[in-house]
């Protein structure tokens, strides 16, 4: 059972476009979220968060909107860039506590 | 370089023998934990220490898993018999309490099970 999906395996924006990775989480409990970006033969490494007293999240390029109702996130990459080129990862859970990884979405920013 | 390291990068073995992984964490953190990923999947978190005590271990942690952290410091993750089906990617996050809650992760030990 999972909790936190990424139904979307692989996306491919042109440079310069808005990316947009979703995310969708099933325990109404989570107070927290996370996007880790991976690079091969990297570890993740941490992106942007968000809490759930917010509904928005911004920084630089990178913009993560929460709808608690929906219980779904998404994370913007405006403008997309070559470099953007990773595989993404949502995170879900609880402050202080664990984190659910969601199974990825694979982006490719077309040049 | 003062990220968090991982030793091996990769390790093949033959099933039944017995391996072990390490991990160093950022100096300062206390929160050290461990995670396996398998293809397509996102990392699945399998035990986490704070300080030199393992405060958590997931239900994917079978008993030939065991982890320590003996000095609060360093970690190692041990898997006794190994099994085809312990082939995956175990990574190592740590972080420090407070803060963003963010984990930073090393780069995995990728380990192949013949």
């Known amino acids: 059972d999972q909790q936190v999906k990424q139904n979307s395996p692989s996306l491919s924006v042109q440079e310069g476009r808005i990316s947009i990775l979703n995310c969708d989480y099933t325990?109404?409990?989570?107070?927290?979220f996370l996007w880790y970006k991976k690079y091969p033969a990297e570890g993740p490494t941490f992106l942007i968060s968000?809490?759930?007293?917010?509904d928005k999240n911004e920084d630089g390029r990178f913009t993560v909107f929460l709808n608690k109702s929906a219980k779904h996130l998404s994370l913007h990459i405006v403008p997309s860039q070559p470099g953007d080129s990773a595989v993404y990862f949502c995170?879900?859970?609880?402050?202080?506590?664990?984190?659910?990884f969601g199974p990825g979405t694979r982006l490719s920013v077309l040049p | 370089d003062t990220g968090v390291s991982q030793d091996p990068r990769h390790k093949i073995t033959k099933r039944g023998q017995n391996v072990t992984f390490r991990c160093d964490p950022i100096?300062?953190?206390?929160?050290l934990y461990w995670y396996r990923q398998t293809l397509g999947q996102g990392p699945e978190f399998l035990t986490y220490?704070?300080?030199?005590?393992?405060?958590?271990k997931s239900r994917l942690l079978s008993d030939r898993f065991s982890a320590e952290r003996p000095k609060g410091s360093f970690s190692t993750l041990e898997i006794q018999r190994t099994e085809q089906g312990d082939s995956a990617m175990y990574l190592c996050?740590?972080?420090?309490?407070?803060?963003?809650?963010?984990?930073?992760f090393g780069p995995g030990t990728r380990l192949t099970v013949l």
């Open positions: 996050a740590s972080r420090i309490t407070g803060g963003r809650n963010e984990q930073f």
């Open positions: 325990n109404s409990m989570f107070d927290y």
């Open positions: 968000i809490s759930s007293i917010k």
């Open positions: 995170a879900a859970g609880n402050y202080g506590q664990n984190f659910v």
């Open positions: 100096s300062e953190h206390n929160r």
């Open positions: 220490f704070q300080n030199e005590a393992q405060l958590e």
